[in-house]
């Protein structure tokens, strides 16, 4: 599987784990000059932006590792201007890193890191 065809999937499987849990999908590739949200989602006035990282292995490192300090603030950048966009003013932002992987058996396993940073930290 190609490196863009693996992080597809990812997001779709990491989309339909949030969705049984019930929240709903604002967007998906949300993209803008700061940067690009993987996954977008709410539930009440909750709004969860998901970085999902999908590895086929974790033999260089755990895929939550990538999501390093850089890669947190251009998140919250394109955050910021996602909410300037938003009708709503009381939004409660949580930002989780979402590891999916591959399991031997078939399917997938997924690991949520919820609140995995705060914005307050840039």
């Given at each position: 599987m190609e490196r863009a065809e693996l992080g597809a999937k990812g997001e779709a499987v990491a989309a339909r784990y949030?969705?049984?849990?019930?929240?709903?999908?604002?967007?998906?590739?949300?993209?803008?000059?700061?940067?690009e949200l993987d996954l977008v989602l709410t539930r009440g006035n909750l709004l969860v932006v998901a970085e999902v990282?999908?590895?086929?292995?974790?033999?260089?490192?755990?895929?939550?590792?990538?999501?390093?300090?850089?890669?947190?603030?251009?998140?919250?950048l394109a955050c910021r201007h996602l909410l300037t966009r938003l009708p709503?003013?009381?939004?409660?932002?949580r930002f989780d890193v979402v590891e999916v992987s591959p399991r031997p058996?078939?399917?997938?396993?997924?690991?949520?890191?919820?609140d995995a940073f705060r914005a307050e930290d840039f």
């Amino acid at each position: 599987m190609e490196r863009a065809e693996l992080g597809a999937k990812g997001e779709a499987v990491a989309a339909r784990y949030y969705l049984r849990q019930g929240y709903s999908l604002y967007a998906h590739n949300f993209r803008c000059r700061m940067g690009e949200l993987d996954l977008v989602l709410t539930r009440g006035n909750l709004l969860v932006v998901a970085e999902v990282k999908t590895r086929t292995s974790n033999r260089r490192a755990q895929p939550r590792e990538a999501v390093d300090g850089h890669k947190q603030k251009r998140l919250i950048l394109a955050c910021r201007h996602l909410l300037t966009r938003l009708p709503r003013a009381d939004w409660t932002v949580r930002f989780d890193v979402v590891e999916v992987s591959p399991r031997p058996e078939g399917g997938y396993e997924v690991r949520c890191f919820q609140d995995a940073f705060r914005a307050e930290d840039f």
